[in-house]
């Protein structure tokens, strides 16, 4: 084995190739692994070979001033069989008071829940590989219950050390008919509300927004898509492709990004649509994907058609054929609540969980969000800052040999 990685590219080649969590294994080889997969151009390297996700992470959750439902929870769907980080995902996260909130580059944004006694949420940003946390409750700002997240390998265009963003969009206090933003950068260590304000008088989905290439993207219940330059400070509205739908139809449709373009995706009566947005300035959609639903099965298709023309709100406790989220050519559907995926690059739809089903609510549509680990978020400098703005804490979790867990971490049940 040494001899084969006695050759410096040679090496580099077949590593980077390898998952984030079994590099971290092979670190404790040798010094001369670990000085090479620490090294900067080949966490670069395989940060950009690392786009296939690992998982997904899902949510459904209500929140009642307080009172949690019961069958309220949080999973970790394994996508390509690799379990080794599921038991860290159902371990840490804190279940029931928290609520997901994005996923960029390995790292989680959550927030803590709306309770009567509670008006500033804690926001947490966490690194699931490495059980490092930061919390931030922000301070002399005001900020809503949506929160992206931006995260930067590789540093931002002034300082080349990883860092991040977390941007906040709400309704200023006495205006109903535009957004404001507030943003937490890891460089500065504080929060900042921007001058920026975006008319718009469509109510935000909680959870059916995104990060691409530099901008935040949160889609409305009127077909819009508020977007949000994040160094700049701009923002703008910008029309959904397609004709529109009689009832709203966002329940059917999602954000989500391939190539550093963001793609959105609908259901649109008996086809599914992929747009990509080519130029976000202009803008300009090209339609990518559209496939037949038939091919799902008659059942998705009949039962479709009877919810479009007698019932707008759910057939059972769900709808038939939802879209969750797309990533690299692959959407990630529920069909009767079960979630699968449908990859355009192959054309094969699988089924790849069995054990919940994801329920129709009302007012919350459950959350489903890619996990894409890479080595990028090892060694972060994490901030150490006053208590009043941000805290930090570490998991008592370290990786042998073997990659396994050397003490449990402390859970919360349900």
């Known amino acids: 084995m040494e001899v084969i990685f006695s050759n410096q590219d040679l090496a580099m080649e077949i590593l980077s190739r390898l998952s984030a969590k079994n590099l971290l ?3 404790c080889v040798s010094k001369r692994w670990m000085g090479l997969i620490s090294d900067p151009s080949f966490v670069r390297i395989h940060h950009q070979r690392s786009r296939c996700i690992l998982g997904l992470l899902v949510q459904e959750f209500k929140e009642y001033g307080g009172n949690f439902r019961g ?3 949080f999973l970790y769907t394994s996508v390509n069989g690799e379990l080794g980080i599921f038991k860290l995902m159902d371990e840490s996260f804190p279940q029931p008071t928290s609520v997901i909130m994005a996923s960029c580059d390995g790292l989680i944004c959550y927030r803590s829940r709306r309770t009567r006694d509670v008006e500033v949420l804690d926001i947490v940003v966490w690194n699931p590989m ?5 919390t931030l409750r922000p301070t002399d700002c005001h900020v809503g219950s949506i929160f ?3 995260f930067y390998p590789f540093g931002s265009s002034t300082k080349m050390i990883p860092c991040f963003k977390v941007a906040s969009i709400q309704r200023p206090k006495h205006d109903q008919s535009s957004y404001s933003f507030v943003i937490y950068s890891s460089e500065t260590a504080k929060w900042k509300t921007s001058l920026e304000v975006c008319y718009c008088k469509d109510e935000l989905h909680k959870n059916k927004h995104i990060y691409v290439n530099g901008r935040f993207y949160w889609l409305t219940s009127n077909q819009n898509i508020i977007t949000f330059e994040v160094d700049e400070e701009l923002s703008g509205v910008i029309t959904v492709p397609g004709s529109k739908w009689l009832d709203g139809g966002a329940r059917l449709a999602c954000l989500g990004d391939s190539d550093g373009y963001l793609h959105y995706v609908c259901i649109d009566m008996s086809e599914l649509r992929v747009w990509m947005l080519t130029d976000p300035c202009k803008p300009i959609w090209v339609l990518k994907h559209h496939i037949n639903i038939d091919q799902f099965g008659e059942e998705s298709r ?7 023309r007698h019932s707008p709100e759910m057939i059972g406790d769900s709808f038939v054929v939802d879209a969750q989220t797309f990533h690299d050519e692959v959407v990630y559907l529920s069909i009767r609540g079960r979630l699968c ?8 739809l699988r089924f790849f969980f069995n054990g919940s089903y994801l329920r129709h609510m009302t007012k919350v549509q459950a959350t489903v969000l890619p996990y894409t680990p890479t080595l990028a978020t090892i060694g972060i400098p994490w901030l150490k800052q006053n208590s009043g703005s941000a805290s930090i804490s570490f998991a008592s979790t370290s990786f042998n040999y073997q990659g396994r867990p050397r003490k449990k971490l402390k859970t919360r049940k349900t």
């Open 130 to 134: 490495t059980q490092e946390r930061l």
């Open 25 to 27: 294994r092979c670190k």
């Open 302 to 308: 009949d039962h479709y058609i009877h919810r479009v």
């Open 71 to 73: 069958d309220d929870y």
């Open 341 to 348: 995926s449908y990859d355009f690059k192959i054309g094969r």
């Open 148 to 150: 992206g997240l931006a």
